[in-house]
Structures are given as structure tokens and as C-alpha cells.
């Protein structure tokens, strides 16, 4: 299995920009459709943006189409998301996720492999 690890969070303003990596180990990132992820507390995990393993297909929910981009390094091993303009709604802690072989999904429940997370803050 592959494992993931996110990082990149942080506090950041209103109108503001961040860019989140997410890291692969355990096998070749270049295998994997890859989806990134956010949980607000008390509120459901919520899809974000897909990519296909070779880069060549994005994409995403409505809520951050336009302001937030995905891409991916395959030869890094590693997976972005560029996210502009952010608003105080997009706090969250965001997630990258690989879903089950042969998915191509914003569906939360088609992933299975997770990595721990990271925080993002904006304030107004």
C-alpha cells in the first residue's frame, strides 16, 4: 500500500494563498489516481478535486472550482493543491487520498488509503 503524508497547512489571511503537498512512499504515486480532501469540525468530509495518475485529467467540486488547482510530480512523488483566494469557510483540515484500483472518483467512500492531515486556518 501506499502511504501519504500531507503538509503545507497553516494560518493564513482572508484573500490569501496556500499550496499543500501531499507525499507518497511505499510505492510509485504514478499507480494512482489521486484526490484531495477537507473535514470541517462537525461537518462531513467534503470532496475537493481528483486528478488521474498520469495528470492529464482534474476535477472538482463546485465550492472551489476556479480557486483551487490540483497537480501532480510524479517523478517528486508527490501531489498539489494550490488554493487561492481562500475564504474563512475553507477552514478545514485537508486530506490527499488514494481511492481502490480502477476509481476515478469524488466520492469519499471510494478512497481507502488516507494520510494524517494538515490545517489549514484563514481569518477574516
Known amino acids: 500500500q501506499v502511504q501519504l503524508v500531507e503538509s503545507g497547512g497553516g494560518l493564513v489571511q482572508a484573500g490569501g494563498s496556500l499550496r499543500l503537498s501531499c507525499t507518497a512512499s511505499?510505492?510509485?504515486?504514478?499507480?494512482?489516481?489521486m484526490g484531495w480532501f477537507r473535514q470541517a469540525p462537525g461537518k462531513e468530509r467534503e470532496s475537493l478535486a481528483v486528478?488521474?495518475?498520469?495528470?492529464?485529467?482534474?476535477d472538482y467540486t463546485d465550492s472551489v472550482k476556479g480557486r483551487f488547482t490540483i497537480s501532480r510530480d510524479n517523478a517528486k512523488n508527490t501531489v498539489y493543491l494550490q488554493m487561492n483566494s481562500l475564504k474563512p469557510e475553507d477552514t478545514a483540515i485537508y486530506y490527499c487520498a488514494a481511492p481502490r484500483p480502477g476509481y476515478y472518483s469524488l466520492r469519499p467512500n471510494d478512497y481507502r488509503n488516507w494520510g494524517q492531515g494538515t490545517q489549514v486556518t484563514v481569518s477574516s
Open positions: 486528478i488521474s495518475g498520469a495528470g492529464t485529467r482534474t
Open positions: 511505499g510505492r510509485a504515486l504514478s499507480e494512482y489516481v
